[in-house]
């Protein structure tokens, strides 16, 4: 089993990165003597790079002619913000109240949105096109008069301007944060938002607000925003909120009407009139819900069972498919994270202790059949993760540190421990009980005690009762060392909750980063971050190092300059023993009802379901006749 990801991921995760991608300045083209004079750009990246021009029709990995219609039911596998994928009783996604449903993104148009095949590159959608000051720190949106939202009133830049200042004073800690940069933004009329970023801002940040949801200022005139709420919000996106049962289902409705369908960003998207989400409270019965028909499209994310459970009647007729789509994105960290909040964890030896005990190449084989590899690195699976010893420009950005870091910070990145996969490395347990007398936890009793004589006790915080089997094992080598430890599963909600407040001792989390990380860095890893409350910080890392080097990382002027920067920060973070390293694989395990058309070429740097797939009636009947 593993956390659900995608760039973006499932259990634990959030999704990240620059944002949501669109398309294209929907005018005649400039010539390139009145562009340069114009200033108009049609979309934007981290460096200037895009590989589309200002003329393009569609992306290359959609089908244009893709037909409209049919339905397409999943468990989500991403969430945002203070969605659950176990349950809802709210509609507002972006606040730290209540637990959201998953898809609300889906009804709310932006900016800007990403395109698929390129690592941070946004394109237009509500606005039609950008201009960007020459210091970089003034960026005028010019919004396209046929952008409206679902009751037919017009979308102005006046609502684009109160959507993000509401969003930067009342949204989500996640969202607040990141707009830490954003000086200011205003509306001088409805066609033009100024949005102006402060100087050394995240090269990140302009894409980030580019990406977020565009509310109506007139709707929220008439009720509170932080609301947690169940009434239906309104809407600009390709969906609107549809059919719902509480903490069951939820259905989007594709706006037949809606004005941005013909965009070159939205051509070839989009496709299902209707978008379900299912939710269960377990993954079993979920599997089971899937076999029956209940649900028409899964990502699977439990080894046992991708291994074991595929082999239903459907499966033998063909009438559901299994495939596995690679995945480019980076992969990034998952594990068991400390709460360095809490003395018993501030020391960095006793961290290591536990990482000894953990043994991944039995979890691995016994498990998860053999089907992940482990994880080292909190840019796992991309090129901004640090191997061997530092190189010179490095070195450079490290060298100001020296005695203030580990001196492993300057060799070879810290690596978990091969162990010998008969689930108790009696060699490892034996440095790791080393380790936690040299820091100065003696057994007494027969029990491992702090300084002070007190007990070490840890408890194991989750909302997924599939995770069980990773953990006893784990617990039980921990017991082995005299430390008492034990697992609670508690549900959704009150996991939200508790994580939220930093109330655990170690729970697992799971993120990626995008391939342009930048000021998503500080939610994670720095000291402000620690001290807010349902920040993404969840091991609570305050080392000014770790600041400094996430500030080189938003100032690298150069991909490659990004590059070495993340790679100096990684090799401090696993320095910091933050984490107990899980597991990743570069794939993504598909199954779904032979119902769905799909175009030949996935997106390097998403999975397209369901964004780029549609339904087949012709595949739908046949399907039907077979069963």
Same mark, same amino acid.
């Given at each position: 089993?593993?956390?659900?990801?995608?760039?973006?991921?499932?259990?634990n995760?959030?999704? &990240?990165g620059?944002?949501?991608?669109?398309t294209?300045?929907?005018?005649?083209?400039?010539t390139?003597?009145?562009?340069?004079?114009?200033?108009?750009?049609?979309?934007m990246?981290?460096?200037?790079?895009?590989?589309?021009p200002a003329?393009?029709?569609?992306?290359?990995?959609?089908?244009?002619?893709?037909?409209?219609g049919? %339905? /397409?039911?999943q468990?989500?596998?991403t969430?945002q913000y203070n969605?659950?994928f176990l349950?809802?009783?709210?509609?507002?996604?972006?606040?730290?109240?209540g637990?959201?449903?998953?898809?609300?993104?889906?009804?709310f148009?932006?900016?800007?949105?990403s395109g698929?095949?390129?690592?941070d590159?946004?394109?237009?959608?509500?606005?039609?096109?950008?201009?960007?000051?020459?210091d970089?720190?003034?960026?005028?949106f010019?919004?396209r008069?046929?952008a409206?939202f679902?009751?037919?009133?017009?979308?102005?830049?006046?609502?684009?301007?109160?959507?993000?200042n509401i969003l930067?004073?009342?949204g989500?800690?996640?969202?607040?944060?990141?707009?830490?940069?954003?000086a200011?933004i205003?509306?001088?009329?409805d066609?033009?938002?100024?949005?102006?970023?402060?100087?050394?801002?995240?090269?990140?940040?302009?894409?980030?607000v580019?990406? &977020?949801?565009? /509310?109506?200022?007139a709707?929220?005139?008439?009720r509170p925003f932080?609301?947690?709420?169940?009434?239906?919000?309104?809407g600009?996106?390709?969906?609107?909120v549809?059919?719902?049962? #509480?903490?069951?289902?939820?259905?989007?409705?594709?706006?037949?009407?809606?004005?941005?369908?013909? &965009?070159?960003?939205?051509?070839?998207?989009?496709n299902f009139?209707v978008v379900?989400?299912?939710?269960?409270?377990?993954?079993?019965?979920a599997?089971?819900?899937?076999?029956?028909?209940?649900?028409?499209?899964?990502e699977?994310?439990?080894?046992?069972?991708?291994? #074991?459970?595929?082999?239903?009647s459907?499966?033998?007729?063909g009438?559901?498919?299994q495939?596995?789509?690679?995945?480019?994105?980076?992969?990034?960290?998952?594990?068991?994270?400390?709460? #360095?909040?809490?003395?018993?964890?501030?020391?960095?030896?006793?961290?290591?202790?536990f990482?000894?005990? /953990?043994?991944?190449?039995?979890?691995?084989?016994?498990?998860?059949y053999?089907?992940?590899h482990?994880?080292?690195?909190?840019f796992?699976?991309?090129?901004?993760?640090?191997?061997?010893?530092p +190189? @010179?420009?490095? %070195?450079?950005?490290?060298?100001?540190?020296?005695?203030?870091?580990?001196?492993?910070?300057?060799?070879?990145p810290?690596?978990?421990?091969i162990?010998?996969?008969?689930?108790?490395d009696?060699?490892l347990?034996?440095?790791?009980? @080393?380790?936690l007398?040299? @820091?100065?936890?003696?057994?007494?009793?027969?029990?491992?005690?702090?300084?002070?004589?007190?007990r =070490?006790a $840890?408890? /194991?915080?989750?909302d997924?009762?599939t995770?069980q089997?990773?953990?006893?094992?784990? =617990?039980?080598?921990?017991?082995t &060392?005299?430390v008492? @430890?034990?697992?609670?599963?508690?549900d959704?909600?009150?996991?939200?909750?508790?994580?939220?407040?930093?109330?655990f001792?170690?729970? $697992?989390?799971?993120?990626?980063?995008?391939?342009?990380?930048?000021?998503?860095?500080?939610?994670?890893?720095?000291?402000?971050?620690?001290?807010?409350?349902?920040?993404?910080?969840?091991?609570g890392?305050?080392d000014p190092?770790v600041d400094?080097?996430?500030d080189?990382?938003?100032g690298a002027?150069?991909?490659p300059?990004?590059?070495?920067?993340?790679?100096?920060l990684?090799r $401090?973070?696993?320095?910091?023993?933050?984490?107990?390293?899980?597991?990743?694989?570069?794939?993504?395990?598909?199954?779904?009802?032979?119902?769905?058309g799909?175009?030949?070429?996935?997106?390097?740097?998403a999975? +397209?379901?369901p964004?780029?797939?549609?339904?087949?009636?012709?595949r739908?009947?046949?399907?039907?006749?077979a069963g």
């Open positions: 089993m593993t956390a659900r990801r995608s760039g973006l991921t499932r259990r995760a959030l999704t &990240l620059a944002g949501a991608a669109a294209l300045v929907v005018r005649p083209p400039l390139s003597e009145a562009r340069a004079q114009d200033g108009e750009r049609h979309g990246s981290g460096f200037g790079d895009l590989k589309y003329d393009f029709k569609q992306f290359e990995y959609v089908n244009p002619s893709a037909p409209k049919g %339905l /397409f039911s468990v989500g596998s969430r969605q659950n349950t809802f009783n709210s509609l507002n996604s972006y606040i730290f109240r637990d959201a449903a998953l898809g609300m993104e889906r009804t148009a932006t900016l800007m949105q698929g095949d390129e690592p590159a946004m394109y237009g959608l509500a606005a039609r096109a950008v201009r960007i000051s020459g970089g720190l003034t960026y005028r010019l919004m008069p046929e409206k679902h009751d037919g009133t017009p979308m102005t830049a006046h609502d684009v301007a109160y959507s993000l930067k004073e009342k989500h800690p996640i969202i607040s944060q990141r707009m830490r940069d954003v200011g205003e509306a001088p009329d066609a033009t938002v100024i949005v102006r970023f402060v100087a050394g801002r995240g090269r990140d940040v302009p894409l980030f580019a990406a &977020l949801p565009i /509310f109506s200022r709707y929220y005139s008439k932080d609301e947690s709420t169940l009434n239906i919000p309104l600009s996106g390709p969906y609107k549809g059919r719902f049962e #509480t903490g069951r289902f939820i259905e989007y409705d594709r706006v037949k009407d809606w004005w941005g369908a013909a &965009l070159p960003v939205s051509v070839g998207h989009n009139d379900r989400y299912e939710f269960y409270r377990d993954r079993d019965i599997f089971e819900g899937f076999t029956g028909r209940s649900y028409l499209f899964r699977e994310f439990t080894s046992r069972i991708w291994a #074991t459970r595929y082999n239903f459907a499966i033998k007729d009438r559901v498919k495939d596995v789509l690679p995945d480019d994105t980076p992969s990034g960290a998952q594990g068991w994270f400390f709460n #360095t909040r809490r003395e018993k964890f501030k020391n960095r030896m006793l961290r290591e202790a990482i000894l005990a /953990f043994d991944f190449e039995w979890t691995n084989k016994s498990i998860m053999g089907a992940y482990r994880t080292h690195s909190v796992q699976n991309s090129n901004m993760m640090a191997g061997g010893p +190189g @010179a420009d490095e %070195l450079a950005l490290l060298e100001p540190f020296r005695g203030k870091v580990p001196d492993e910070v300057f060799g070879e810290f690596v978990p421990p162990t010998d996969g008969s689930g108790q009696r060699s347990l034996r440095q790791a009980s @080393a380790l007398q040299k @820091a100065g936890f003696p057994i007494k009793d027969g029990r491992r005690v702090l300084p002070n004589g007190e =070490i $840890v408890e /194991f915080l989750i997924d009762p995770f089997p990773h953990h006893m094992p784990y =617990i039980k080598n921990l017991g &060392l005299g008492d @430890a034990s697992l609670r599963v508690v959704p909600a009150q996991y939200r909750r508790r994580v939220d407040d930093f109330d001792d170690i729970t $697992v989390q799971r993120f990626s980063f995008s391939t342009l990380p930048g000021d998503s860095l500080r939610t994670y890893f720095t000291s402000q971050a620690a001290a807010v409350k349902g920040s993404q910080n969840l091991a890392i305050a190092v400094a080097l996430v080189k990382v938003i002027d150069s991909r300059a990004l590059v070495t920067a993340c790679k100096a990684d $401090v973070i696993r320095a910091g023993r933050y984490w107990v390293p899980h597991w990743y694989k570069a794939s993504h395990w598909i199954a779904y009802w032979d119902v769905f799909r175009p030949p070429t996935k997106p390097r740097f999975r +397209g379901v964004e780029t797939w549609w339904y087949d009636r012709e739908a009947a046949k399907t039907q006749r």
